[in-house]
């Protein structure tokens, strides 16, 4: 059966640190991944999409890596501060077509800032 | 302002009676979806729509129920049958625009039955 994992429940860094988050999957062939923050009580909100034909995203401080080899994206927060305290989840979509927009979300990473 | 509305953000009901979490979005979205969210579970697909007066399971649809009669409203019924409805439940809507799209999600529902 398909499976998303994300590397770990928790993660803490120092202030200033780049962050990296790991999203893994088995038995999956996305043709997108996704990555949202979700804040305590908040809806997830959308951050990044990248394809499966492109190795590197980037967005101001994030950046995103998929490699469809080690069925594994890295999402990475460069020059960390403390409001990029959330919960990051990664969401695997299967086509790239219109008419099948299920997408299958990992459990999350908590990631804490410390100053 | 555009968005999606859930409401109420906070719900208490008591066990065996159904109750009805509202979702109402005004981005013109085509497609809705219903989630519940559980400490250490992620986001579960309890049913979706991609077009009026239709719709389809998703992965935990057992003792829920949904109606799309307008392209804005999705709402979703937690039936007495459902074992464990406690839980945080999020509406999402989404449109395919430029060969992509991404989900955009309502504040949630925190539903405690007791």
């Known amino acids: 059966s398909q499976k998303i994992e994300q590397n770990s429940e928790a993660l803490n860094i120092q202030e200033g640190k780049t962050a990296t988050l790991t999203c893994n999957y088995t038995?999956?062939?996305?043709?997108?991944l996704q990555w949202y923050r979700q804040d305590p009580g908040r809806g997830p909100v959308f951050l990044l999409l990248?394809?499966?034909?492109?190795k590197e995203k980037r967005k101001e401080r994030l950046k995103v890596t998929f490699d469809t080899t080690l069925k594994q994206s890295l999402f990475h927060i460069t020059a960390s501060q403390p409001a990029d305290s959330a919960t990051y989840l990664c969401?695997?979509?299967?086509?790239?077509?219109?008419?099948?927009?299920?997408?299958?979300f990992g459990t999350g990473t908590r990631l804490t800032i410390i100053p | 302002d555009g968005g999606i509305t859930q409401s109420p953000k906070y719900l208490f009901r008591k066990e065996g009676q159904n109750v009805t979490l509202s979702c109402e979005q005004n981005l013109n979205h085509d497609a809705m979806y219903w989630y519940r969210q559980d400490p250490g579970q992620g986001l579960r697909l309890i049913y979706y729509s991609q077009i009026v007066n239709d719709f389809q399971k998703g992965d935990i649809a057992e003792g829920y129920s949904v109606s799309r009669e307008k392209k804005e409203s999705f709402p979703l019924t937690v039936t007495s049958a459902q074992k464990n409805p406690t839980a945080f439940y999020l509406c999402?809507?989404?449109?395919?625009?430029?060969?992509?799209?991404?989900?955009?999600f309502g504040p949630g529902t925190r539903l405690t039955v007791t």
């Open positions: 999402a809507s989404s449109t395919w625009t430029g060969g992509r799209y991404e989900q955009y």
């Open positions: 990248i394809r499966e034909n492109e």
């Open positions: 038995n999956y062939s996305p043709a997108y």
């Open positions: 969401a695997l979509d299967p086509s790239a077509n219109f008419g099948n927009e299920k997408l299958t």
